[in-house]
């Protein structure tokens, strides 16, 4: 749904009972002996790729002489199998930087280890959804690192001349789509790349749907309630209307589609902002901000990413490695480095206030200020829908999706099919997992 925000895919869960991920037994490390207290100096070693993190690790040391922790840059594709391998071998880090699918995943696995009660302290640093990110089936396995809530940006000069309005639903985008092909088939309302379903996720997420809920001892699978099919059929008018372009994320000519104004509108987040400022030399200062479209202006809700430090299998002292993951991710010292963007880390908080770090990530030269782009962002971050949780296969859930979205992008299936389809995909899936699950009523 926004540029090149494709969700990677990772292997399916392991088998395990509802019970053991809800209890993170399955492998992990029990929850008593994480929640003792570590007593004298210890060693933490720490996993990420995120720019900027190396010297804020550096700084915490400075700061505390108790807990030392080591940084190690693991960028690269296949960094969550050489994370599984580790933890099978018994070498894993105590921490590393994950995404919440696969935290999910991890935690399905027993690879991570039940944090629960030293990460309750730190709990009311952040919002409801960042928290649902690291706790999936209700035990908490990380510390939130950042969001990335979706907001609107849009070509101002090109709305006005074809004489539309910054949308406030869905409904909206589609009517102002439809209105610009009547002048100018060229042009189009959106984009959907045909490798990138996120598109439906968002919408999904927007609307309220819950495609995986844990309801007392098992998993309900909601891919086809009602709320999903309301976000499926926006889809399924985009690609009937031929309201939404397909350039691919994977291309570097991507971003002509929207610098030359052959694609208008975009849902976007706070990481791309800086890229949008090197990348659109032609429209530079024509864009604008705007809240995203809702469903339901009652109600108005919109999706986020969420990156999470999560807490490994075998690490011998969790407490200190949540103190430190809190530390990296809600102190003002630590915030105040990361949201720079001469950090290049592209991090946006998953705190609760996030008013103190928005002013200096806004470009100030792309956008051409008619709008209030820091209250924009800033309202976002507060309606991120905080129903949507990761399940215990969702990886390999959105891995199948992404087999059908094409197929879906190129008119060979409808949007209703492909959920359909991926609604009993799921329910056989985790049967053969051992994980109790049933369709939401």
């Not at 070509?155 to 074809?162: I, P, V």
């Not at 399924?236 to 000519?253: F, H, I, T």
Request: proline share 5%.
């Amino acid at each position: 749904m926004s540029t090149i925000r494709t969700r990677a895919s990772a292997g399916a869960a392991a088998a395990l009972s509802l019970s053991l991920v809800l209890s993170a037994c399955g492998g992990g490390d029990d929850t008593d002996s994480a929640a003792k207290t570590t007593q004298g100096k210890v060693q933490l070693e720490f996993w990420s790729w995120t720019e900027g993190i190396q010297q804020q690790v550096a700084v915490w040391n400075k700061a505390h002489p108790e807990t030392q922790v080591t940084y190690v840059n693991a960028a690269g594709d296949t960094v969550y199998q050489k994370l599984r391998a580790a933890v099978t071998s018994g070498n894993a880090p105590c921490l590393s930087k994950m995404d919440g699918m696969n935290l999910a995943n991890f935690a399905a696995d027993g690879l991570l280890t039940d944090i629960t009660k030293v990460a309750a302290p730190y709990k009311s640093l952040y919002t409801t959804p960042a928290w649902n990110a690291v706790s999936p089936g209700g035990a908490t396995y990380g510390i939130p690192t950042g969001s990335s809530p979706l907001f609107t940006a849009y070509r101002a000069d090109l709305f006005e001349k074809y004489g539309i309005t910054a949308p406030t639903t869905w409904a909206d985008v589609i009517a102002a789509g439809k209105a610009v092909q009547k002048k100018d088939k060229n042009v189009k309302i959106f984009n959907m790349a045909g490798e990138d379903p996120s598109t439906l996720v968002d919408l999904s997420w927007e609307a309220g749907a819950a495609w995986y809920k844990v309801v007392g001892d098992h998993w309900e699978i909601g891919l086809d309630s009602p709320d999903a099919l309301k976000a499926g059929d926006v889809v399924q008018q985009l690609v009937d209307n031929n309201l939404a372009s397909d350039a691919s994320y994977a291309d570097p000519g991507v971003f002509k589609t929207w610098d030359l104004g052959k694609t208008i509108l975009m849902t976007t987040s706070t990481w791309q902002l800086p890229i949008y400022d090197t990348n659109f030399p032609k429209s530079k200062g024509k864009w604008q901000l705007a809240d995203a479209p809702v469903f339901d202006t009652a109600h108005p809700q919109t999706s986020s990413n969420f990156d999470v430090t999560a807490v490994l299998k075998g690490c011998k002292y969790p407490d200190r490695a949540a103190e430190f993951a809190s530390w990296l991710s809600s102190s003002k010292e630590s915030l105040t480095a990361l949201t720079d963007p001469a950090s290049k880390s592209g991090l946006f908080p998953a705190v609760k206030n996030v008013s103190p770090y928005v002013d200096k990530i806004i470009p100030t030269e792309m956008f051409n200020g008619k709008s209030d782009s820091a209250q924009v962002i800033e309202t976002a971050a507060s309606r991120v829908g905080d129903q949507w949780q990761y399940g215990p296969d969702y990886a390999a859930m959105y891995s199948e999706m992404q087999k059908q979205w094409g197929k879906v992008v190129n008119k060979q299936m409808t949007v209703k099919d492909m959920l359909t389809h991926l609604q009993s995909w799921v329910l056989a899936d985790l049967k053969k997992k051992g994980v109790k699950a049933v369709a939401a009523s």
